[in-house]
């Protein structure tokens, strides 16, 4: 009976510590999210839903929530961040979240942009996101056909890495896992549909930020995103 006792104990004892493991774990994404509200953070998605967020539907179901992330595929759409009131825009800002994108794959951190129906955003700049093997040469930390980063990219397929974006005043810096890919100031007088082809709404202006669905065979995933304005 004596080992009968100390066994069923020490069963006790195991599932004990198997749950104080599980509610530590179930606690650490909350954890986060309050440091980083603490710090002035604004969390852009709970992680279960698409809440605060506004698909323009070109193609439907390009946006789903898989495991804790947002989930980009099927083909071109836009999901816009509208934020709990439906009208979230911001001036000078930092972005922070966690991008994986696999290979063969394309999309994009829009900001300074506004919702619309289909199309690439004709509003704001795009902060690229793209994979190794992806035809297009401008890869991830680029702010596309402004100031590319060029044929190779700063990480590789199907892992997680930091993507953090700061828009102050006229000055953008995109940083991949806290290394600076693109530091661009708009410069005075900046006139677009002069500088760039068929890009004559890439400026900067009060704006939300937006994630690009790109084609039926890209898929990236999105999660742990942050908004600061300053």
């Known amino acids: 009976m004596k080992i009968n006792h100390l066994t069923a104990m020490a069963v006790l004892l195991g599932l004990a510590v198997c749950q104080a493991a599980d509610d530590k774990s179930a606690a650490a994404p909350a954890a986060t999210s309050a440091a980083a509200q603490a710090e002035g953070w604004v969390s852009m998605f709970n992680g279960k839903d698409l809440a605060g967020w506004k698909s323009n539907e070109e193609t439907p179901g390009s946006f789903s929530v898989e495991d804790g992330s947002i989930k980009v595929s099927n083909g071109r759409s836009h999901l816009f961040y509208v934020g709990p009131n439906g009208d979230a825009k911001f001036t000078s800002f930092e ?97 677009p549909a002069t500088a760039l082809k068929n890009m004559a709404g890439r400026k900067l202006s009060p704006g939300t930020m937006a994630i690009q669905a790109h084609d039926p065979k890209s898929v990236v995933y999105y999660k742990d995103l942050f908004i600061k304005p300053l």
């Open 95 to 191: 972005f922070k979240g966690k991008v994986k994108h696999m290979s063969g794959s394309n999309s994009g951190l829009y900001i300074a942009t506004e919702y619309q129906d289909k199309g690439w955003p004709e509003k704001g700049y795009e902060c690229q996101v793209n994979s190794t093997e992806h035809k297009d040469p401008k890869k991830t930390g680029g702010l596309y056909a402004v100031k590319d980063v060029l044929n190779t990219a700063p990480v590789g397929d199907g892992e997680w890495f930091d993507y953090s974006i700061k828009v102050e005043g006229k000055h953008i810096t995109i940083s991949i896992n806290g290394k600076v890919t693109t530091d661009w100031t708009e410069p005075e007088g900046w006139d």
